[in-house]
């Protein structure tokens, strides 16, 4: 009896082994691999937190129904010092004349800029600031520098 009872714990034990998957790692190498420090600026940081806290729900950014959505991203200094990508709906981005794709896209730059003036006020009004907009499939149709917004149709 003893031998059946000791098979019968042996193949559960095999049996859960089994259905386990395997890794190669440990729980304790995912913690050193996936939860040490990481290495990022406070810019990093900050334009991280303020995407999860202030644009991650769908938001109408105009009255035309142009911007879908925003992320932000450090910028390359000699632009700005935040970068912002609009993604832009492109039936109602063809269906616009050119001023008012500008004006819209400059005022949804200047919208971001004063949700994150809190946190980074170097970007009040528009300041130090790069932003492209994109259409999926089709690249930048545009770009924000130096305040003033340019179209590449």
Known sequence: MAVVITRIVSLSVLAALASCPIS?????????????PASITKLDWLLLRAQVESFTLPLRWDNHGLINSVSLFPAHPARGLVGMTFTVNKE????????ITRKTFADVVLEVCSIL?????????????????????????AEYKNGSVSLTK
Do not use: H, M, R, W
């Open 24 to 36: 190669g790692q440990t729980p304790a190498t995912l913690a050193n691999k996936y939860l040490k």
């Open 92 to 99: 109602t981005y063809i269906g616009l004349s050119d001023d």
């Open 117 to 141: 003036k809190n946190t980074i006020p170097e970007v009040d009004k528009g300041a130090n600031v790069y932003a492209n907009f994109v259409v999926i499939g089709g690249g930048i149709i």
